[in-house]
């Protein structure tokens, strides 16, 4: 029997559309699901809807529309978004099911059963927004910190007995330190374990909509009791016994940071009540903020998935959720930020390796390549990196797991420059090392999709392809990352899988012609100018350090070469004269000088931001400055 994973994201309420916010949480979970079955695992993966919440009620009545009905069409509204985003769920569970009806409804007799449910009266604050029951401590200024407004209630409720698992729950901790991740959620429910636990109320009197309550049909569960049951009841329980021994206790709820205590204390105490095994696992992770600001209606700063995919694609979105942000930690969206890394990460990074190894594949060896020689050192280079990649997916660091796989394609970008296959070619002495460099260059490529898979499945599936992986990208496994030096494989030459996409903040500025000079008596002859300059002069140049990320001839033009540079803070486009003395491949990963500061210029259609540094000899061809130690991109030249 192989093993298996179960792993689940917080429900969704369907008052509103998704945006960025949740569909961050959804996309690290299928990169999770996505690794774990490339680890080998089998693999459910639940999401769903929580649709018993009283603002789900107040917006189907809002809109005329019957609430089952309303749900259904929010089903849809989500399923549509998650299936754009690409997101594997095996299973879309919803509160108004009948599978989850029935799961609810066992699990509080099992509790009642057990003396942990008894009838009282409720008073005290409530947040219709957060549909929760508030305590002093939990006000600011008297009011709810998200939603402002509370309101005084006093109702006949049931009640679980929550205080009686404080000390069940420490022991839980203090036996499994791994329970609640990351350490800054770990710690603060252990403060506020160590503090001491009230009973809850467990329904709501008076209410229609919702899960009647077993035992009181006056009385409906209590929209929060009721949705933490549902990860127990897409396993099964309550209706599928045999599932339920196949799938439960899950291996990890993903979840955002604000519900952990409903996760971590409330949940685990009930499963303890009911007699059912714990979650392994509670991730907690942080907010998305757009612009460091947190996405807000007020505002107008909420971002449509549909809208950010729409932008660069679905996989340069994923890309940049996961590879931008610390997982647990909080991270910010940025239409700039998420340009730039698409330009840098893609186009010019991993998208032009692709590009390149097909286009000398296709020039040097007819698109078809087998081993010569024994591999170079991008063998040590693609294992470091997949063992870095194991450590950090097996404990959720998702952006170390990214890290890594980029790692591969840098140092196959770095072996082309010091290789240079195309001096290779040109000696038919070296066809075994060029044979040796190109196989070695698509290898790595191919360990490198291997590994993206979960984060980039189409497009890692389609360089798989490209680099002639004979597997199906379904059928690959994390196994099949192991270096591979042997066999020959067909090359794919394609189309660029991410174009450049060009800056749109510089605006071209009209330049007016200068009439032409009126007729003049001719001047008297004057002393050659001191043409020398002062030293603030100079200071007025700005030189600095800059990587080529990319390099292509640029059409009609004998002369000119278009380079995409990294000069630290930023990345751009410059057109230099160099294309008689270079060719495109030498340019990629070489440090040169640039000046900085130089306004834009317009050559052949293409915006320059900069000049390169370079030797004219008479009569010779640009020789490029380099430098004889490592310098980061921005430094400044002195």
């Known amino acids: 029997m192989g093993s298996r994973f179960y792993l689940t994201t917080a429900i969704d309420y369907v008052n509103s559309q998704p945006h960025l916010g949740t569909a961050y949480e959804k996309i690290t979970a299928d990169v999770i699901a996505r690794y774990k079955r490339l680890a080998g695992f089998e693999t459910l993966f639940v999401m769903g809807n929580d649709e018993h919440s009283q603002n789900v009620f107040r917006r189907a009545k809002e809109l005329g529309m019957d609430p089952l009905a309303y749900c259904d069409l929010m089903e849809r509204e989500f399923r549509s978004a998650w299936d754009l985003l690409d997101v594997s769920y095996d299973d879309f569970i919803r509160t108004t099911q009948p599978r989850h009806r029935a799961a609810v409804q066992e699990f509080v007799r099992r509790i009642a059963a057990k003396g942990d449910v008894y009838e009282g009266y409720y008073e005290g604050w409530y ?15 008297g009011k709810c910190p998200l939603h402002s407004t509370v309101e005084w209630i006093k109702e006949k409720n049931h009640f679980f007995r929550l205080s009686n698992y404080q000390r069940p729950l420490l022991d839980h901790f203090a036996a499994h330190p791994e329970f609640v991740e990351p350490d800054v959620r770990r710690n603060e429910i252990l403060r506020l374990l160590e503090s001491g636990l009230e009973d809850i109320s467990i329904s709501r009197a008076g209410q229609s909509w919702g899960i009647p309550v077993p035992h009181d049909p006056s009385s409906v569960v209590y929209v929060w009791f009721d949705a933490l049951i549902n990860y127990a009841s897409a396993a099964g329980f309550g209706t599928d016994e045999a599932k339920a021994a196949r799938w439960w206790p899950a291996d990890l709820h993903v979840i955002g940071k604000d519900i952990t205590r409903f996760h971590t204390v409330i949940w685990p105490a009930m499963l303890m009540s ?44 994923r890309l940049y959720l996961v590879k931008e942000v610390t997982y647990g930690g909080d991270g910010d969206f940025s239409w700039s930020r998420f340009q730039e890394r698409y330009n840098v990460d893609l186009a010019n990074n991993l998208g032009n390796l692709v590009s390149r190894i097909g286009a000398m594949a296709e020039k040097y060896r007819s698109s078809r390549l087998a081993p010569a020689e024994a591999s170079g050192r991008l063998a040590d280079a693609a294992a470091r990196a997949l063992a870095d990649y194991r450590r950090g ?43 040796q460099v190109l196989y070695d260059v698509a290898e790595a490529v191919r360990v490198a999709a291997v590994l993206l898979l979960p984060i980039v499945p189409k497009s890692a599936a389609e360089i798989l392809r490209r680099v002639g992986e004979s597997k199906t990208a379904a059928d690959v496994r994390l196994e099949d990352a192991a270096w591979r030096n042997s066999g020959d494989r067909s090359i794919q030459k394609g189309e660029a899988l991410w174009p450049r996409a060009e800056r749109t903040t510089v605006t071209d500025q009209p330049t007016t012609p200068t009439p032409p000079p009126s007729a003049a008596p001719a001047a008297a002859p004057v002393a050659p100018a001191d043409t020398r300059i002062s030293i603030d002069d100079f200071l007025k140049i700005d030189l600095r350090v800059a990587k080529i990320l990319a390099a292509e001839k640029v059409p009609n033009s004998r002369k000119l070469m278009r380079l995409s540079i990294d000069v630290g803070t930023e990345q751009r486009t410059l057109v230099a004269g160099i294309a008689e003395a270079y060719e495109a491949e030498q340019l990629v990963g070489k440090t040169v000088g640039i000046v900085f500061n130089l306004k834009p210029a317009k050559l052949m259609g293409i915006e320059s931001n900069g000049m390169i540094l370079a030797a004219s000899p008479e009569g010779g061809k640009p ?10 991109p921005g430094a400044r030249i002195r």
């Open 127 to 141: 947040c219709v927004g957060c549909e929760a029951f508030k305590q002093d401590k939990d006000l600011v200024d």
């Open 274 to 317: 009911a007699g059912l095994g714990l979650p392994k696992q509670v991730f907690g992770h942080g907010f998305m903020t757009v612009e460091g600001q947190r996405m807000s209606k007020s505002l107008g700063n909420v971002i449509d998935p549909k809208d950010a995919a729409a932008r660069f694609g679905v996989d340069p979105l």
């Open 393 to 435: 997916m097996d404990v959720f660091a998702l952006e170390q797991g990214a890290a890594a796989a980029f790692r591969i394609v840098d140092a196959a970008n770095e072996y082309i420059a010091e290789t240079e296959p195309w001096a290779l070619a040109r000696d038919e002495k070296h066809a075994a090392r060029l044979s």
């Open 623 to 632: 020789v490029l400055i380099a430098f004889d130690a490592e310098v980061p």
